[in-house]
């Protein structure tokens, strides 16, 4: 039983989220206190009447004591809540089933505003404009704006709870060197060069382009220009494409959350537009503005249907009934036709999509610079995703700039109150009438939101010779699917680590992870098969995880316990880049009430890096960490030195290139 709500300070819902379980408690509730005959309250009605009390009483307690409750359970401990105030919103999570704790839930709507901000952007710096993005007045793109955040947190809490790389948050390498290599030659040259050397792309560049295997990384390619992508962004950037083309055999293994909900088919959210190359741009309201995709009106393509070994042209090709691929380059092609035609049993061609991302614009850093990200599906559960930016980038570096020193000044009067001619004196108002009347000025008569152009261009020519390298994916493309589902194996470990049961090895600096396989479902399974044990050991990980968290939150860098029949160890370290170990210091203690441990809720590893960075300016310092399990049998001291042999063995093949 859960719930996950975004309110007012006056108790008015921006946001909710829940499962069928509250849903009908809530129900049981409010149809007991109405009269019979009577229909009862909508969703969000019931919501704020009953959670009112509490948001205007933490609230108030805010505004008095200058300290509110940030989390509490009910009598007898049926419930927790969780609360954190975000700005000028306060963000509610529930759960009334004991399945998660306080930091899971916290973690939750950390994830939840860190979603805000990658599809909002420097809106929810400002409380009255996210209110105004996320309580829009018109009922109808209310309901589509909620639907697109429910099926996120729907995402999320499915994949935190199937793959590793979400319960550990980090990207997980598909590993595979040779076709690593030639996955990113041909990034580079029939992606990232075919559509920046385009006469007519419409200012568009391409900055990054990446393959995506289910939810793991086959390959990456930055363009020269580009600025490192953080792991975070990469990270909601596959949670975005895992929420548009679930994975058939993660969505299979919901059994363990029957209660989830998800709204799939949803009349509000056009899922499933054709994106047309030559589509004329950005639609716009009567008001003149431009939608969002949301707003955008739905179509549909229904293709005929295809005998089993007759290609189509589109370039997200399946070959039915066991055919083999045609041996004419022709009919072989990521061109136009790839992004207007669909064949049966081939994902749907998402609409593009802008998102807000960290990014350095002329040399200078710019948290949420807008980006339009575009998915394109090859065939089911392998997808190409392509990163660009408008001419008009550069503007959200000012804005930033322009925002930010608006907030320092409204921070610096609200501590002094200022007022009248103290306000004209201080000393950034000068600054900052200079940037604004130059910034008004070179922007007069433009609309803000014309700035978001459609991408106009064809991804890929129909000439370029470079379709042969989908030919060549093609060959691979059963060997990648279930390459992703067996990614690393433990046979290959257990004559040199006998005892070891299950690893996960992280490299924070670059926010990458290796792991063996721990599926179960009924499609795949790993080495453990898909009865009690895998589900047993499964369970074991996911709680090492989560003690691990709570910790390395504690100031503990190294945690070894048995359990049962097994040793659980943990492992945090610092490195250099020629690999030698650096000398470990006391980490900050965080409370319980700060970000959790991770990269989506805060980006914990990128500060303590800095922390330690510090004490070594000469050097580049490099996080890792790493997580296993052991039988019980094996001596404590071979355990460790496993630990250490185990941890260079992974750090010198994780340093095989994939950018």
């Known amino acids: 039983m859960k719930c996950i709500l975004v309110a007012t300070e006056g108790a008015e819902v921006l946001f909710y989220w829940t499962d069928e379980e509250f849903e009908e408690s809530l129900r049981l509730k409010f149809s007991h206190s109405e009269n019979e005959g009577e229909e009862l309250p909508a969703l969000e009605d019931q919501l704020s009447t009953l959670l009112a009390p509490l948001i205007i009483s933490s609230m108030t307690m805010l505004e008095k004591l200058s300290d509110t409750y940030t989390c509490f359970s009910t009598e007898n401990g049926k419930c927790l809540y969780v609360l954190h105030l ?7 999570a529930i759960c009334g089933d004991h399945a998660e704790g306080e930091g899971d839930l916290r973690q939750q709507l950390r994830v939840l505003k860190y979603l805000f901000e ?6 929810t710096v400002d409380g009255q404009l996210i209110r105004k993005e996320l309580r829009p007045p018109d009922l109808e793109q209310r309901i589509q704006v909620w639907e697109h955040f429910q099926s996120l947190l729907w995402t999320y809490s499915r994949l935190r709870e199937q793959e590793q790389c979400f319960a550990v948050e980090a990207v ?20 990232i060069q075919t559509v920046n050397s385009s006469p007519s792309r419409a200012g568009e560049e391409a900055l990054h382009a990446f393959l995506l295997v289910h939810s793991k990384l086959l390959a990456f390619y930055s363009s020269h220009s580009a600025s490192s992508l953080r792991p ?68 549909y393509f229904t293709p005929a249907p295809s005998p089993g070994e007759q290609s189509s042209d589109s370039g997200s090709t399946i070959w039915l009934d066991g055919g083999t691929p045609p041996t004419d380059a022709s009919q072989v092609q990521i061109a136009e036709d790839t992004l207007q035609t669909l064949i049966p049993g ?37 997808n190409m995703v392509l990163l660009t930016k408008s001419p008009s980038t550069p503007l959200a570096l000012v804005l930033y700039q322009l925002l930010d020193g608006f907030s320092l000044l409204e921070k610096k009067l609200k501590e002094g109150q200022e007022a009248g001619s103290s306000l004209r004196s201080h000393p950034l108002m000068g600054d900052l009438r200079q940037r604004m009347d130059k910034f008004v000025k070179s922007h007069r008569g433009q609309e803000i939101q ?29 060997f990648l699917l279930v390459k992703s589902r067996r990614n690393v194996t433990m046979v290959s470990y257990l004559e ?135 039988l019980s049998v094996i001596p404590i001291d071979m355990l460790v030195q496993q630990a250490g042999e185990l941890a260079r063995r992974l750090w010198e093949a994780s340093r095989v290139p994939l950018l």
Not at 346 to 375: G, N, Q
Request: glycine share 6%.
């Open 86 to 92: 975000f700005g000028e919103c306060l963000f509610i």
């Open 118 to 123: 990658v599809h909002f952007g420097l809106v």
């Open 172 to 191: 997980e390498r598909l590993i595979h060197p040779q076709l690593c290599e030639l996955c990113i030659e041909a990034l580079e040259r029939h992606v």
């Open 232 to 299: 975070a962004d990469l990270l909601a950037l596959i949670l975005l494409v895992q929420d548009l083309y679930p994975s058939e055999s993660t969505a299979d293994d919901d059994n363990t959350q029957p209660s989830l909900r998800r709204p799939w088919s949803s009349p509000n959210i056009p899922l499933q537009q054709g994106w047309s190359p030559g589509s004329s741009g950005p639609t716009r309201t009567s008001a003149g503005t431009e939608t969002d995709s949301f707003s955008l009106p739905e179509e």
């Open 346 to 382: 081939s994902p749907a061609v998402s609409s593009p999509r802008r998102v807000f991302l960290d990014a350095s614009v002329k040399e200078t850093y710019c948290p949420m610079a807008p980006h339009t990200m575009y998915c394109l599906p090859l065939w089911p559960g392998i």
């Open 450 to 478: 014309s700035t978001w152009l459609e991408f106009k261009t064809k991804a890929f020519s129909k000439s370029e010779p470079g379709s042969s390298w989908e030919e060549t994916l093609m060959d691979w493309k059963d």
């Open 496 to 630: 040199d680590f006998p005892g070891l049961v299950h690893f996960i090895y992280v490299d924070r600096t670059t926010g990458q992870m290796v792991a063996p396989s721990l599926s179960s479902s009924e499609r795949t399974s790993s080495e453990l098969g898909k009865g009690p044990l895998a589900a047993f050991v499964k369970t074991k990980v996911w709680s090492l995880i989560r003690l691990a968290r709570r910790y390395l939150q504690k100031g503990y860098t190294t945690l070894l316990f048995q359990e049962g029949d097994f040793y659980c160890s943990y492992f945090l370290w610092f490195q250099n880049e020629m690999g030698y170990k650096l000398q470990i210091i006391e980490v900050p203690v965080l409370s319980d009430d700060s970000a959790p441990v991770g990269i989506l809720g805060g980006d914990y590893y990128r500060k303590l890096l800095r922390y330690y960075s510090k004490g070594h300016p000469a050097e580049a310092v490099r996080c890792h960490e790493l997580l296993a399990l052991h």
